[in-house]
């Protein structure tokens, strides 16, 4: 039992927290009006997704980005844009208009049920 255990407990970390692998954000750097679906590994230097959405042209703009370069002044001198709304997070595809934060909560509930599952 505590073998199924510590292989299930291994298994849940590497799924949630990935072993070192990159970030991965959606990559729509030329702006978009649709739903941005193309998917970049960030560099090791990017730490962060960007969301940017601009109040003048409808466009959404996303891309990995890093975290210092999250500020107002930074992005709007790299966008060239002077009215727009972004956000900046830390996790797998989280740059998207349709992340919820729910997502992270969905993996925790079914790593939790599965350890209940294997414990009775």
């Known amino acids: 039992m505590k073998t199924c255990l510590s292989v299930f407990l291994l298994a849940v970390g590497v799924s949630m927290f990935g072993l070192g692998e990159s970030l991965s954000c959606y990559s729509c750097p ?9 998917v970049q ?13 601009s109040d003048s042209t409808g466009k959404t703009y ?8 999250c500020d107002f002044e930074k992005l709007a001198a790299m966008f060239t844009i002077s009215r727009f709304k972004f956000n ?32 009775h």
């Open 41 to 53: 590994q960030c560099s090791a230097a990017e730490n962060s997704c960007l969301e940017l959405s």
């Open 88 to 119: 900046c997070c830390q996790s797998n595809l989280c740059n998207s208009a349709h992340a919820t934060a729910a997502r992270p909560l969905i993996g925790l509930l079914a790593g939790l049920a599965a350890l209940y599952w294997v414990m």
């Open 62 to 69: 996303s891309k990995c980005l890093q975290q210092t370069d």
């Open 30 to 38: 030329d702006g978009s009006t649709e739903r941005c679906e193309k």
